[in-house]
């Protein structure tokens, strides 16, 4: 398979003036008209240049160029591209071809969903619609027609505005969608279907109305309406924060059940998976409802950060994702806890983008290559893109920020870019010089950055020495030192700060700061709100930390201090262990955490997340070599030994958190709940009757989602009999809400319980499961291969050989999904040797196979490589 290369980039020869497409949607089969209007680039083409167009496996049926008919043997077309030998400079271009959305379970280009046809286009989607020229950088004004039958298809949506609409014989009718900006072909979509809507509007700051319309199908009309007011807010927060206004009268957003990712942002008609619109108390977690506001929001800034500037190719992708999740990330701070946000972002860097930095999959934030882009949407691009961009924010500070933002809009409107535009824009507005800076795009890796303090007695000063290193990987066999900004203060044992946080800039290999004038007992605190993303290693004491959990003044570090001391005592846990020593847990952490749970100044938020423990999937990333067993056994004795010691603490801070109306999905409420539930689960990791009746009381007594899902996720560990019944309880309740059998199936396979893998089996036959939705394939197969270590890393194998099977079936249905799923076999050189075997063995299983698709051999390949 053909490797696509950053070095390779040439601009298309030609440009597209105007595309006019024609869906004529037929019972079995849709036909396409594309009629484009083209000429020569005089910059990239002459009288021999051809045109070739990207094409998917479909048959064309005509082709008209000018007013000629073509033959078959005129033009040329395969399964990947359309080509015409040669063109006059101006010309237009009419082509026909069939599809057929029934058979299309890949769920890229068109398709159906349930009783509804739709499109994603990105990456390169669209080329399985019609022959075109499916790179971001060809844009142009496209309009759309959609005729189909009224009593199947009533509601028929694409792009921009509706300009016609009417009815046609034999029951069907037709509308007009015309969208006046110029777009890259992946921002093209098309829905047509049995919907109901829930309307809104807003009012821009400068006066225009847009109408708001969320589309569902009619069941699910009344679940929108959480949705609807993160689109407001996005809409006003964008405005204020960064003086982005609308530019449609119409947005519209539709939720669809078999969607590959979370969201598309195409224009003016945003397609969602179902999972990040529908929500009500009831039927989804607070959890859910944060992820919705978020997804919304992320979608709409979109329509500045990806659509209005869009991608001069693929490799920038990071341009438009890193900068609207950096964009989302911000929003969601303002609208509710700024700390917690930032700690819940953080984890979820530090749980998957470390790890996938330090695999085959491991790439630039610009990629330099890639075989299949969908492969590409990564944590890298994304998590990482995003905190490249808060290092520029901090390095510029909030002000020529938004001045660099402002002048990015200004210069760059309706254009298709490049990173190097983005930050020379910053570059222009601070007057800095962000060469090195631009390695964060161009170098893999996590810089490891090790802190060390000397105190001088006799001159009372401190000296912080920072030495940063990146280990060698697939992309550089060396790497150079990285800008890393550091926000650091210091902080004397009352918890005071005696001296102002400010910013410090590392650009070699190693740097000293040197703080006079201050007392011995000061502590440094340093990487304040995460400044970097880096791993940090410190010559902090677990007594230190258990300070700095309490009194450090950023609550980002109080939470790192927290999760730090518990990363040393499950290492200690584990050494204890391998060596055949009884394990035992410091007194000093018990204290740490039960000073923690009984300060009722904290906020709730907050102690749910700094007095969790790290999950096991994020304890592997602290050992070279990955113990799943000892991990496991290690967390769960440092769990229990917890809740046992603190039970009547636990059991306060339960009670106090309770009373909270079911419904109420304030911050505050949503705190509470957290920490309620953080204490519910230490509980219930007792086996012990009373803890066991809590849990179930809670579980049977629920009045929304969060509580009853909470308990039924600690049910799922007790026993096989607690477990059983609390799943027929719940399927019981809600096996007619897909969305919530979706978690059904999660819990059931995250089990600890034995017997999870058989289990996990016979769920694949459950008749609500299929490998054709990829929100099941996500909740019952990914969950288990990624979120239930013991068992998907079985020593006997069984897990894996299960999962490596499924892949493979997917493969032949959802190449990306597959492809996807394939990463929990990435980091398999970590472990033992007897799973290093048994993964490899399932690798090449995989990679021996003669039909796979591009995208899993790309996986595959890698990570054998
Ligand atoms: N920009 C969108 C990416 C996306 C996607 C990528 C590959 C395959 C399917 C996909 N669906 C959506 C979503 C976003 O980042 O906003
Ligand atoms: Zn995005």
């Given amino acids: ?90 010309f237009e271009l009419e082509i026909a071809n069939i599809l057929k959305p029934d058979e299309n379970t890949a769920l890229e280009g068109l398709y159906r969903s349930g009783s509804i046809l739709c499109t994603q286009c990105e990456a390169q989607g669209f ?24 009593t199947r298809y009533p509601i028929l949506l694409s792009n921009g505005n509706p300009v016609k609409s009417g009815d046609l014989d034999d029951n069907r009718h037709f509308a007009v969608w015309e969208d006046p900006f110029k777009k890259p072909c992946y921002l093209f979509a098309l829905v047509a279907g049995d919907l109901a809507v829930l309307e ?108 209005r500037i869009t991608l001069k190719n693929w490799f920038q992708l990071s341009l438009k994702e890193g900068l609207t999740v950096f964009r989302d990330q911000e929003f969601s701070s303002d609208m509710n806890s700024r700390p917690v946000k930032r700690i819940i972002d953080v984890k979820n860097l530090m749980a998957a983008q470390f790890p996938e930095d330090s695999g085959p999959m491991t790439h630039p934030v610009r990629p330099d290559s890639y075989i299949k882009m969908d492969n590409f949407y990564t944590m890298t691009v994304y998590e990482k893109g995003a905190e490249v961009i808060r290092m520029i924010y901090q390095l510029l500070g909030q002000d020529l920020f938004r001045q660099g933002m402002d002048l990015y809009f200004e210069k760059f409107d309706g254009m298709a870019v490049t990173l190097e535009d983005f930050v020379g824009v910053m570059e222009t507005v601070s007057g800095r010089n962000l060469d090195q800076f631009f390695l964060w795009y161009t170098q893999s890796g996590t810089p490891e950055i090790s802190m060390t303090r000397q105190y001088n007695d006799n001159t009372g000063s401190l000296s912080l020495t920072f030495t ?79 300070f700095l959990m309490a009194r450090d003044t950023d609550p980002f570090n109080q939470w790192r201090a927290a999760q730090t001391l518990f990363i040393n005592e499950i290492k200690n846990l584990v050494t204890a262990i391998r060596t055949g020593r009884a394990m035992t847990v410091s007194s000093g952490l018990i204290q740490a955490f039960s000073l923690a749970l009984e300060d009722r100044k904290k906020d709730r938020a907050f102690l749910s997340k700094a007095l969790a423990l790290p999950l096991e999937t994020e304890i592997k990333d602290h050992f070279e070599i990955i113990d799943v067993e000892a991990i496991h056994q ?39 709940r957290s920490l309620k539930n953080l204490c519910l689960a230490y509980l219930g990791c007792v086996p012990d009757k009373g803890n066991q009746a809590l849990v179930l009381k809670q579980f049977e007594n629920a009045g929304n989602m969060t509580d009853e899902f909470a308990a039924f996720k600690i049910l799922s560990h007790m026993t096989p009999e607690m477990r059983d019944s609390a799943c027929q309880a719940f399927y019981n309740k809600w096996q007619a809400r897909t969305l919530v059998i979706d978690k059904w199936f999660s819990v059931q396979a995250q089990s600890r319980l034995k017997d999870t893998l058989d289990q ?46 499924r892949i493979l079936a997917l493969d032949k249905i959802n190449h990306q999904t597959a492809a996807r799923l394939c990463a929990c076999f990435n980091l398999w050189k970590r472990y033992d040797e007897n799973r290093r075997i048994l993964m490899k063995r399932q690798l090449e299983t995989m990679a021996g196979q003669k039909t796979l698709s591009k995208n899993l051999y790309e996986i595959v390949s890698r990570a054998l490589e």
């Fill in 1 to 90: 398979h053909k490797k696509i290369q950053l070095k390779d980039y040439r601009p298309f020869a030609f440009i597209v003036d105007h595309v006019d497409l024609i869906f004529d949607i037929r019972e079995d089969h849709t036909r396409v008209t594309s009629k484009l209007k083209m000429r020569k680039d005089p910059a990239w083409a002459d009288e021999t240049t051809p045109l070739v167009l990207n094409k998917g496996k479909f048959d064309i049926i005509s082709v008209v160029a000018g007013d000629m008919v073509l033959l078959p043997g005129e033009y040329k077309s395969d399964d990947e591209t359309f080509t015409l030998a040669a063109t006059p400079d101006v």
């Fill in 127 to 150: 080329r399985n619609i019609t022959p075109y020229s499916d790179r971001p950088d060809v844009m142009a004004p496209f309009s759309c027609t959609i005729v189909a039958d009224k």
């Fill in 200 to 307: 809104d509007r807003f009012t821009t700051s400068s006066g225009r109305d847009v109408a708001l319309k969320i589309y569902s199908e009619k069941e699910n009309i009344a679940l929108c309406s959480h949705a609807m007011t993160s689109l407001k807010q996005a809409m006003a927060w964008d405005e204020k924060r960064f003086g982005r206004e609308y530019d449609l009268d119409l947005y519209q957003i539709v939720a669809i059940n078999d969607f590959n990712a979370g969201a598309m942002e195409n224009k003016g008609l945003n397609i969602f998976n179902a999972k990040y619109v529908l929500a009500d108390p009831q039927t989804a977690t607070d959890d859910d409802f944060m992820g919705i506001q978020g997804v919304i929001a992320h979608e709409y800034f979109h329509n500045w950060t990806g659509n």
């Fill in 468 to 546: 940063q290193s990146t280990s060698p990987d697939r992309n550089q066999s060396e790497k150079k030192p990285f800008h890393i900004p550091v926000r650091i203060s210091l902080i004397n044992r009352a918890g005071e700060t005696v001296k102002q946080e400010a910013l410090y800039e590392l650009t070699q290999e190693t740097h000293t700061f040197k703080f006079e004038n201050v007392s011995a007992d000061i502590y440094p605190s340093v990487f304040r709100e995460f400044t970097a993303p880096v791993r940090l290693s410190t010559d902090f004491s677990d007594q230190d930390l258990a």
């Fill in 634 to 672: 290690a967390r769960t004795f440092l769990k229990q030994t917890l809740a046992k010691n603190l039970e009547s603490e636990l059991k306060t801070v339960y009670e106090i958190c309770r009373p909270a109306p079911p419904d109420d999905i304030s911050g505050a409420a949503m705190a509470d």
């Fill in 760 to 805: 996990v089996k016979q769920l694949t036959t459950h008749k609500n499961f299929t490998m054709a939705n990829p929100n099941k394939v996500r909740a019952l197969i990914f969950a288990f291969a990624m979120n239930n270590p013991i068992h998907f890393h079985r020593a006997d194998g069984q897990g894996y050989e299960f999962v490596a099977e």
